[in-house]
């Protein structure tokens, strides 16, 4: 379960990417990180400080499905908890 969640939002990871040094986030994440670094053309893994490149930014499909799996999971869980059994009661009254 740890493992979906990204270190810069800390949320399950939507379209995870990994980036060289084998570390994952979310593709919204590591672009709005890339932003700081964009004039310096690399930057260091918020994770491990390690030199990436943002070429080396690709598409986690394996870890996309996992998460995708959990969010699925998770979201039945709530909707089903979600659904108080109360009968819509009429308030209506006849004159
Ligand atoms: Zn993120
Ligand atoms: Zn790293």
């Not at 990204?6 to 709005?32: A, L, T, W, Y």
């Not at 990180?33 to 918020?46: G, I, N, Q, R």
Request: proline share 7%.
């Amino acid at each position: 379960m740890k493992d979906i969640l990204c270190p810069i939002c800390k949320e399950p990871m939507r379209n995870p990417v990994s980036v060289n040094c084998g570390h994952n986030f979310c593709e919204n994440c590591i672009d709005q990180y890339f932003e700081k670094w964009s004039e310096v053309a690399k930057m260091l893994c918020p994770v491990c400080r390690v030199r990436n490149k943002k070429e080396s930014i690709r598409l986690n499909w394996q870890l996309k499905s996992l998460v995708d799996k959990v969010i699925l999971q998770t979201t039945r869980g709530c909707l089903s908890a979600e659904h108080p059994s109360a009968p819509a009661k009429s308030t209506y009254q006849w004159p």
